[in-house]
Nanobody, 121 residues
Framework: QVQLVESGGGLVQAGGSLRLSCGAS??????????MGWYRQAPGKQRELVAG???????NYADSVKDRFTISRDNAKNTVYLQMNSLKPEDTAVYYC?????????????WGQGTQVTVSS
């Protein structure tokens, strides 16, 4: 069953903005998640963490996106967002949502199917 669904990707010119959304199914209540994050993978490169948000609300960002991207969550909508501003061609990648939930005795990690972001120069 589909548990995380990303949307909001697309083609945008350099300097533009996009907002990615990651909707979680009811089986993954994000209010109880340990961590939520957005990753990206460009062709020929490894997947990398772009932004993360912890259960307590603290956030962290890759140096390359600091001051341009903002991660947030809406517990009522069970959705995680990534606001991307001042986009650059090097931001082009497939973006993936990840949610980690602890259910004793182990941690469960869920991934979305990915959404393509293409930034033209």
């Amino acid at each position: 069953q589909v548990q995380l669904v990303e949307s909001g990707g697309g083609l945008v010119q350099a300097g533009g903005s996009l907002r990615l959304s990651c909707g979680a199914s009811r089986s993954i209540p994000i209010f109880s998640a340990n961590t939520m994050g957005w990753y990206r993978q460009a062709p020929g490169k490894q997947r990398e963490l772009v932004a993360g948000i912890m259960s307590g609300g603290s956030t962290n960002y890759a140096d390359s996106v600091k001051d341009r991207f903002t991660i947030s969550r809406d517990n009522a909508k069970n959705t995680v967002y990534l606001q991307m501003n001042s986009l650059k061609p090097e931001d082009t990648a497939v973006y993936y949502c990840n949610v980690e939930v602890y259910r004793a005795p182990r941690m469960y990690s869920y991934w979305g199917q990915g959404t393509q972001v293409t930034v033209s120069s």
